[in-house]
C-alpha cells in the first residue's frame, strides 16, 4: 500500500512539473495580419512549442486537457491580435 502511495506522490509531482512548464511558455511569433496562411503558421508555430517543451510529460488525462486549454487560448490571442492588427507583418509575443 506504501508503494502505491509514493507511486501517486511521485505522478502528482510530475502533473505538477508538467503544468509549471505550460502555464511558463513564452513564445514570440511573428505573421502578416492579412495573410490567413501567415496567421496559421503562426499558430502552429506556438502549438509546436507547446509539444516540444511538455514532450516528456504526455499521457496524463489532466495535462493534455491543460495542453489543449493553453493551445486554443494562444490560437485565440493570435486570431484577436491579427484581427485588431492595423500593421502587417508585426511581431507578438503572447504568453
Known amino acids: 500500500m506504501r508503494d502505491h502511495a509514493e507511486t501517486l506522490f511521485v505522478a502528482s509531482e510530475d502533473i ?20 490567413p496562411e501567415s496567421i496559421e503558421q503562426a499558430i502552429l508555430a506556438v502549438e509546436e512549442a507547446i509539444d516540444t517543451r511538455l514532450k516528456g510529460h504526455r499521457g496524463d488525462a489532466r495535462v493534455e486537457s491543460a495542453i489543449l486549454r493553453v493551445k486554443f487560448d494562444f490560437r485565440c490571442a493570435i486570431l484577436d491580435q491579427a484581427a485588431s492588427d492595423d500593421e502587417a507583418g508585426s511581431v507578438q509575443t503572447l504568453h
Do not use: H, R
Not at 19 to 35: K, M, P, Q, T, Y
Open 16 to 35: 505538477a512539473t508538467a503544468l509549471n512548464l505550460l502555464e511558463s511558455i513564452e513564445v514570440e511569433v511573428g505573421f502578416d495580419s492579412e495573410d
